[in-house]
């Protein structure tokens, strides 16, 4: 069995995407000690492929890449119900929208939500109110 | 007394019941309620950018319309409006620059808006302006018997700046069934997510919430589920064959807007209550205890 070590330390909030997290969420992601309370308690987690104290982890590591290709971010519906709950006062919520937002703008726009890819049956029964909100969080 | 009303755009559209039964049961209530004169859409969900000027302006443009009317408060009973013009209210009084950005782009409006008109949802309004033994008093067909599963959802009570009730075990919606004479059962799952724009989505993970939400209002033998909100509506009514797919034992139960039992209880007729625009017919539930 090998043992790996991995350090965190405040030379990864130097690189540029941690600096853009923290700028765009205003969230110092230092401050989340992994207790787990959020991924806890996320109606979403089920369906997430990374938990949100794993986001958070990665978030601090700096690890961009496996971020921007999680479902997870997309997944996290803004319940805030870990922001609530979180006792160190995280915004998870805040933080995973900086990352779709990354995701969505990064030099050229990538939508994640194609509203002609709906189904038309599905379109015609939609509320407004689900049609502007999903675009409102899956499009740029 | 006049209070400037803010209906939304699913109001006018798949909800035209949540509309119809606010402005009846007001009156009931004597307050004459004012639709706000040329709102907008307020952009459904607040932008969680910490910088964001641009979703600011959709809900700021209506709170300048609300000072245009010459009021300082605004009611709303979708809870997703409410928590975007809440949430878009508290940001640009904390940031005065965006502040000063949105009013330097809206140079056409006399009124330069200084974050000053108070946000209320109808729930918190009846609480505290009203009060429930005054709405207690107006009630000519108490729901005896009813069995109502209050079901807040996430934007009436998060994030904590918004919430107008305690955030993890809210009790204003029972309160009021209360006060119309039902009884409120407990219910787990009343502030849990229902999936909401997933929706569009993910079809899946909606009814996957729907499944786990109706069940835990089956298990506590509630007859209807009480929302506030028109998209935990869709997603709880109209999309519970789809929770029926995952879970065959789901029982079809009826989802109201608080509104609708309030109109009832006022004795508003079926032009204030609108039970066609539902996908679960209410009407058995509700005749089953005697109420129509
Ligand atoms: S609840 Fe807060 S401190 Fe705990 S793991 Fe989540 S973000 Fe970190
Ligand atoms: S805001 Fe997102 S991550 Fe947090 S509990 Fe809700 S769905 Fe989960």
């Given at each position: ?10 030379a990864q909030l130097k690189s540029a995407f941690v600096a853009k997290v923290q700028k765009n ?34 978030a601090?590591?700096g690890m961009h ?33 900086s990352?779709?937002?990354i995701?969505?703008?990064n030099g ?33 | ?292």
């Amino acid at each position: 069995m090998s043992i790996t070590t991995a350090r965190i330390s405040s030379a990864q909030l130097k690189s540029a995407f941690v600096a853009k997290v923290q700028k765009n969420s205003d969230q110092k992601l230092l401050a989340c000690y992994q207790c787990g309370k959020c991924s806890a308690g996320c109606p979403m987690a089920a369906h997430m492929d990374i938990l949100p104290n794993q986001i958070i982890r990665l978030a601090q590591l700096g690890m961009h890449e496996r971020l921007l290709a999680s479902n997870a971010i997309w997944t996290c519906v803004s319940c805030m119900t870990c922001n609530t709950r979180c006792p160190k006062n995280v915004h998870i919520a805040e933080v995973i929208e900086s990352l779709r937002d990354i995701a969505m703008r990064n030099g050229r726009r990538h939508e994640h939500l194609t509203i002609g890819d709906v189904p038309a049956e599905t379109r015609a029964e939609l509320p407004p109110i689900a049609m502007i909100s999903a675009m409102r969080k899956l499009t740029s | 007394m006049k209070l400037i009303y803010y209906p939304g755009c699913t109001l006018k559209n798949h909800a035209r019941n949540f509309d119809v039964s606010t402005v009846s049961s007001m009156a009931k209530l004597d307050v004459e309620v004012e639709e706000l004169d040329r709102w907008n859409c307020c952009g459904t969900v607040h932008a969680l950018g910490a910088t964001n000027v641009m979703n600011r302006i959709a809900p700021v443009t209506n709170l300048v319309r609300v000072k245009q009317q010459q009021a300082n408060e605004v009611m709303t009973t979708c809870a997703m409006c409410y928590n975007t013009l809440k949430r878009a209210n508290i940001d640009v009084q904390k940031r005065a620059a965006a502040l000063e950005t949105i009013n330097k782009f809206m140079y056409l409006d006399e009124v330069d808006y200084q974050g000053d008109v108070a946000v209320h949802h109808l729930l918190e309004y009846l609480r505290d302006r009203i009060g429930f033994d005054k709405l207690s008093a107006r009630v000519k067909k108490p729901l005896k018997g009813l069995r109502v599963a209050c079901y807040y959802g996430c934007l009436l009570v998060r994030p904590k700046e918004v919430a107008f009730d305690d955030v993890e075990n809210p009790t204003v919606m029972e309160d009021l069934v209360t006060a119309l004479g039902g009884t409120p059962v407990p219910f787990a799952q009343k502030t849990e997510c229902c999936g909401a724009y997933h929706a569009v989505d993910n079809a899946e993970i909606v009814a996957d919430r729907t499944n786990k939400i109706m069940s835990g209002a089956t298990e506590q033998q509630a007859d209807v589920a009480m929302v506030s909100c028109p998209l935990c509506a869709f997603n709880l009514d109209f999309k519970q064959p789809d929770a029926r797919r995952l879970n065959p034992e789901l029982q079809p139960m009826p989802v109201l807007y608080f509104t609708q039992l309030m109109a009832l209880a006022f004795g508003c007729g079926e032009d204030d209550l609108r039970f066609d625009l539902h996908h679960i017919d209410p009407k058995p539930a509700l005749a089953g205890r005697g109420l129509i």
